[in-house]
């Protein structure tokens, strides 16, 4: 009994709570969730307004993963959360012993980088809280993506926590997997009842990630030349339910799509395993306090692997690490443990990242290992399919009852000569007339305003909000809208030429076909040749700037252009065109939603 209780006295709880508007932050969560099983540390993990903020007096110990939408705007999911510790009359010294870290994750291609996780680390801190560890700032723009940072932060806290907090040998070393601790036991059943995931269930609104609407396939045709090596697609879903006030949308607001795994890739996926992927399961959570999704029950493997499991996925460390407990093989498990250490961090990023290798190709490497995988270990293993934002391409005055959706199928060979395609987007490219597809709305980065001029700025898909807005702005009367449009070939991939050419007396569109001619032309060469009429708007007139597309190079290279037309017609030096840009960002005079 005294050892007993000896045990119970060193576990330690962390709650662990996540912002996230994709899911990329809820899958962070889940990663220190698992990492902590078996060891004294007992996670509780959800979002952020699932959590009931008033007992974070209470709490000892707080780990925030969050993420930064848009114009440097909350999440959805912490919404709620933030109005709360964000009241002026909170005193000072409420959060008074508790202790806590911050891991934000976020995209330096925005002026307002990790601005959510910055904003919380600051007023948990005014708050009267103790940060234990750096304030984590991870970039989708590295090299190695949000990874670079992610990894090392987690790496950090254990060592951190398991040095404030020791435990006795009854437990594992969170940074050690030794002992695998699933998060799902699994049944199997005998007489199954019969069994629907809700792909061709119709449900009542409101409509969101629990609760997707069933949309409905009315068109999908390719909208590039099919001599053009890029395939895009434009993608006409029914809503059938329009006049539900949750499917009302906005120019600039985005549709979320859950994509399903094609059936050619889920017979590959099953034929690397040892068991029977056709035979109902139930799945159990383990835990109800850790965040572990909910799965329909009963489900077959099948049934999983198509539509929750992304064993398409490039992998991180941690998969590695669980993957080798599973080995026998004593070259297989040799390899594997040196891919999960952080000494093999050089090796993993040329095995998997630079060639974008996936689960599925390293089951097939390790195929040895792959056989001994059971059912259980299968969501520990593969991570579960997120959802795809995109802008939404239709207007709710020109398309009622329609979500359009304008994707460019990836599909490319890596260094390697390998074919990689996109998850969502080649999903997506299949889709036939009728098909069904899970869809809800979020409210996007950008606003336009219907007061002022709007430029719009929207090289390839980029376009996809400003034909939204274009339409709408229309409709009421507004004859001063100009957009920039750029692409390769005027022939091969100009996006809604011959709506442009139905809309040309309201809206002003300048072109830039980077590929027809000897010297490359792009959006912000055309909008330096327009600094005059630009600066007008701007200046004399009070219109708003919105960008959209890659955030690579263009949004920066946008910018520049702008800022030259400051200096050029406004005579503003480098300082003062700087801070002129800086205010219309801060006013919301100059909008961007950029994607990698």
């Known amino acids: 009994m005294n050892m007993f209780l000896q045990i119970m006295d060193e576990v330690k709880r962390i709650v662990v709570l996540y912002g996230s508007q994709t899911g990329t932050c809820e899958d962070v969560s889940q990663r220190i969730v698992m990492q902590s099983r078996g060891s004294n540390f007992k996670c509780t ?14 709490e000892k110990l707080v780990i925030f993963i969050c993420s930064t939408t848009g114009q440097g705007e909350f999440p959805d999911n912490m919404m709620n959360f933030w109005r709360f510790i964000g009241r002026k009359k909170l005193p000072p010294s409420v959060l008074t012993g508790l202790q806590f870290g911050v891991l934000g994750l976020g995209d330096s291609s925005y002026t307002k980088f990790n601005f959510v996780a910055k904003k919380l680390y600051r007023r948990l801190i005014q708050l009267g809280a103790e940060s234990i560890f750096d304030l984590g700032l991870a970039d989708d723009q590295h090299e190695w993506g949000a990874e670079s940072v992610v990894d090392g932060w987690i790496v950090d806290m254990w060592t951190i926590l398991s040095r404030l907090y ?12 030794s002992v695998l601790h699933p998060r799902f036991e699994v049944e199997k059943v005998e007489n199954p009842d019969k069994r629907n995931d809700g792909a061709t269930e119709k449900k009542d609104g409101p409509y969101n990630k629990v609760n997707p609407l069933i949309s409905i396939v009315k068109e999908n045709r390719r909208v590039t030349s099919e001599d053009h090596f890029q ?3 434009l993608l006409v879903l029914s809503t059938h339910d329009d006049e539900h006030a949750s499917l009302k949308y906005q120019p600039g607001d985005v549709v979320m799509v859950q994509p399903r795994n094609l059936d050619s890739d889920v017979d590959e996926f099953l034929a690397a395993l040892s068991f029977n992927g056709d035979l109902p399961m139930h799945f159990v959570p383990v835990s109800e306090n850790d965040g572990a999704p909910r799965i329909p029950s009963p489900i077959t493997v099948r049934e999983l692997a198509k539509n929750y499991l992304d064993f398409k996925a490039i992998p991180g460390r941690t998969f590695f690490q669980i993957f080798a407990l599973l080995s026998n093989d004593e070259n297989e498990k040799e390899k594997l443990v040196e891919l999960g250490s952080l000494q093999g961090t050089d090796d993993r990023y040329d095995y998997v990242n630079r060639p974008r290798r996936n689960i599925l190709e390293i089951f097939g490497d390790f195929h040895k290992t792959t056989v001994r995988v059971a059912v259980g270990n299968l969501l520990d293993l593969i991570p579960f399919m997120r959802p795809r934002a995109f802008s939404i391409a239709s207007s709710p005055s020109k398309h009622p009852g329609e979500i359009h959706i304008l994707v460019a199928v990836v599909n490319y060979k ?7 395609t996109g998850l969502c987007s080649t999903f997506m490219s299949k889709l036939k007339f009728g098909d069904l597809v899970k869809i809800w709305l979020k409210k996007g980065g950008i606003r336009f305003n219907d007061q002022v001029p709007n430029i719009m700025i929207g090289p390839g898909t980029g376009i996809a909000p400003f034909r939204s807005a274009a339409y709408d702005l229309t409709a009421i009367g507004k004859t001063d809208s100009v957009v920039f449009f750029g692409c390769r070939s005027n022939r091969k991939d100009f996006y809604f030429e011959d709506e442009w050419k139905e809309l040309k007396d309201s809206v002003e569109l300048f072109t830039a076909f980077s590929r027809d001619q000897e010297d490359k032309i792009y959006v912000q060469h055309i909008i330096k040749e327009q600094g005059e009429l630009l600066w007008k708007l701007i200046n004399s007139d009070r219109a708003s700037v919105y960008v959209a597309g890659n955030s690579k190079q263009m949004p920066e290279a946008v910018r520049d252009a702008f800022l030259s037309i400051f200096k050029e017609y406004g005579s503003f030096s480098d300082d003062e065109s700087m801070k002129l840009y800086e205010e219309m960002q801060k006013t919301k005079k100059y909008q961007q939603e950029t994607w990698s």
Do not use: G, I, W
């Open 166 to 177: 020791p435990s006795s040998p009854h437990f594992t070393d969170p940074l050690k997997f």
């Open 45 to 58: 993990c959800m979002a952020l307004d699932d959590y009931d903020v008033k007992q974070l007096v209470n």
């Open 231 to 233: 395939e895009t697609r």
């Open 414 to 420: 890596t260094r390697m000569h390998k074919r990689r």
